[in-house]
C-alpha cells in the first residue's frame, strides 16, 4: 500500500489486469524482496494510499481492484462477493473431478485442514481468449490441458490451486476474470482503468 490518503481528496478506485510476475503490493518493507520483485506500482501513477483489494500470488494473473477506500476494501472481500477464476489445468477433467469441486474439497491452510465451502464450478469449452502469459505454459508434448472457470465466495491462500490439485488436475495457469459484477473484459495486461466505484454487487 501507498502512504495514506490526505482524508480531503475524494477516494478513487481502479481496476487492474494484474500481470504474471507480479506482487499485488506496491512495495516491500524487505530490501532483498524490493530489488527482485515486480510490484504494482511499476504498472500505473496511482494516488497515494492506493491498495490492492485482496491478492493474487505472483504466479497468478487477472482482475485486482484498487481502492483508496478501506471500507470498500472490506465490502469487496466479504463472503457475499463472487470471485471468478479460469484454470487451465493439467489433464483432461473428469466430471467426478468437477463434482467434487462443486461439493468442496478438503485443503491444507497454512498447515490447518480446510474443506472449501460449495461452489460453482464448469469445463470450458475451449481455451479462454486471454493475451500469452509472461513464462510459456508447458506444451501439448507433455499432455493435454483444459480449462475450468471455478466460483467461489473464499479468499482462501492459494485456494483455486489447491482445489483442483485436490481433485488430481494441478493448475497451470490462473487468471481471475470477475469480482462480483466488475469482468476483466478485454483489459490487456499491465492496464488500468479509473472506476467511479464498485457496483452494489460487489458490496
Aim: hydrophobic share 35%; glycine share 8%; aromatic share 6%.
Amino acid at each position: 500500500m501507498l502512504p495514506a490518503p490526505d482524508p480531503a481528496l475524494p477516494h478513487r478506485h481502479f481496476v487492474l489486469h494484474k500481470p504474471w510476475g507480479y506482487l499485488s503490493q506496491f512495495t516491500s518493507e524487505f530490501a532483498k524482496e524490493v530489488n527482485k520483485k515486480r510490484f504494482l506500482g511499476e504498472l500505473g501513477d496511482f494516488p497515494t494510499g492506493t491498495m490492492a483489494i485482496g491478492r493474487l500470488d505472483e504466479d497468478s494473473e487477472g482482475l485486482l481492484l484498487l481502492t483508496t477506500d478501506g471500507r470498500v476494501s472490506e465490502q469487496v472481500r466479504s463472503r457475499h462477493v463472487e470471485k471468478e477464476y479460469y484454470a487451465q489445468v493439467d489433464g483432461q477433467l473428469t466430471p467426478a473431478a468437477l463434482a467434487s469441486l462443486q461439493s468442496g474439497v478438503d485443503i491444507s491452510i497454512h498447515g490447518t485442514p480446510y474443506r472449501t465451502r460449495p461452489c460453482q464450478a464448469r469445463l470450458l469449452a475451449e481455451a479462454p481468449d486471454l493475451p500469452p502469459r509472461g513464462r510459456r505454459i508447458r506444451d501439448d508434448r507433455h499432455g493435454p490441458t483444459s480449462w475450468v472457470a471455478i466460483t467461489v465466495k473464499e479468499g482462501k491462500f492459494r485456494q483455486v490451486r489447491k482445489m483442483t490439485a485436490a481433485v488430481g488436475f494441478p493448475t497451470l495457469r490462473l487468471v481471475r476474470v470477475r469480482v462480483g459484477d466488475v469482468r476483466l473484459d478485454g483489459l490487456p495486461a499491465g492496464a488500468s482503468r479509473e472506476v467511479s466505484g464498485f457496483s452494489k454487487n460487489t458490496e
